[in-house]
């Protein structure tokens, strides 16, 4: 498989759609977060986009008759994002590499995200220390900011 830079390929540019998202990334629907990537500046920061169905399998159970994405996906969501941001930047992808999320602070939810949003995941990153990257990320909709939260994610050999 080619291993440059996918920003470098000639057949690979913005947005990137969910079947590169697919290579850079293990997770599979129902898991799978991102769906397109309209921004990116390797190692510093990549917007991404969800667009939140109603036919999203958590809705049914949370809640009956008021649907709303849980919180906790919108903060995977964009530690997906942050996923992206690092193995856009590296150049690699997702071959024999996993990366959990280890570390979850100051997050704040101020919206509720519903059926019909579009979710914007706005994340940077703040430093990498050995295997672990550490990122910012705000989820925004029609531009207002829903949630943020710092993220720590760590690779594991896979």
Same mark, same amino acid.
């Given at each position: ?75 995977? %969501?964009? %530690? ?79």
């Amino acid at each position: 498989m080619d291993k440059r830079p996918l920003m470098d390929m000639p057949n690979v540019q913005l947005p990137i759609d969910v079947i590169a998202i697919q290579r850079l990334l293990p997770h599979r629907y129902p898991f799978l977060l991102v769906d397109r990537v309209v921004e990116f500046e390797a190692y510093k920061r990549i917007v991404g986009i969800k667009n939140v169905s109603v036919n999203e399998p958590f809705f049914p159970g949370h809640f009956p008759g008021h649907p709303v994405m849980p919180g906790v996906l919108v903060i995977e %969501a964009l %530690a997906q994002a942050g996923g992206l941001l690092t193995q856009l930047s590296q150049g690699t992808d997702a071959d024999g590499k996993l990366f959990y999320l280890v570390k979850i602070d100051n997050a704040k939810f101020t919206r509720m995200v519903v059926p019909g949003d579009r979710l914007e995941l706005v994340v940077e990153l703040k430093r990498n220390i050995r295997n672990m990257a550490l990122y910012h990320g705000s989820a925004r909709v029609d531009g207002e900011q829903v949630a943020c939260a710092e993220v720590l994610c760590a690779e594991v050999a896979g």
